[in-house]
Each structure stands twice: as C-alpha cells, then as structure tokens.
C-alpha cells in the first residue's frame, strides 16, 4: 500500500507564487517518474503539468516552462512543484503521482486558486 500526500495549495494573486509538495509514504521499492496533472475548472480531462525522473530529468508542459519547476528529494521520496509568476489560468486542482514498481498512484489532488 502507497500514499502520495500533497500539501501546499491554497489562494494566491496574479503574478505570485505557491509551492506543493507530495509525499510517498508505505511499503515500496523506488519511486520512478513522480510529477503533476491539472484539472481545471470545467473540464474533465487532466493535463500534465510537469513531470521528473529519478535522475532528475524534467518536463514542462508549454504554458508553465519558464514559470514552474519541479524537483525531487530521493532521500525524502518527496516531489515539490515551484510554482512562480501565477496566471488566473493556472486555476484548477492539481494531483501529483508517483510511479512504482507495482504501478502508479496519485494523490488525493490540491487547489490552487488565482485571482487577478
């Protein structure tokens, strides 16, 4: 049994900043691919947002390169998604997961809300 625990959404203004975090906690190997998909409001589908690999290796959806970055502590098996320079359309509930020898699993998902 695995759980991905994300913390750190919450409200911020147009041009601020906001950090989340998602920690693996349970019986399990390692962790390969962690990341986030979003959800925005009114739509059904998730999109990816940022993914890393164990080694480190990062990818950006286009809307957020420049603006957010994703790292990883290995040691920590935690995941941390800085988010900077927040647009309104930044909005949505964002889920992070984790891939494991055994599958992948998500997290229970964390708002972030931006107001202009």
């Known amino acids: 049994q695995v759980d991905l625990v994300e913390s750190g959404g919450g409200l911020a203004q147009t041009g601020g900043s906001l950090r989340l975090s998602c920690t693996a906690s349970g019986s399990f190997g390692s962790i390969y691919g962690m990341g986030w998909y979003r959800q925005r409001p009114g739509q059904s589908a998730r999109e990816m947002v940022a993914?890393?690999?164990?080694?480190?290796?990062?990818n950006y959806h286009g809307t957020v390169r420049g603006r957010f970055t994703i790292s990883r502590d290995n040691d920590e098996n935690t995941a941390y998604l800085q988010m900077d320079g927040l647009k309104v359309e930044d909005t949505a509930i964002y889920f992070c997961?984790?891939?494991?020898?055994?599958?992948?699993?998500w997290g229970q998902g964390t708002l972030v809300t931006v107001s202009s």
């Open positions: 997961f984790g891939e494991f020898t055994d599958g992948t699993t």
């Open positions: 993914t890393i690999t164990r080694t480190g290796y990062a």
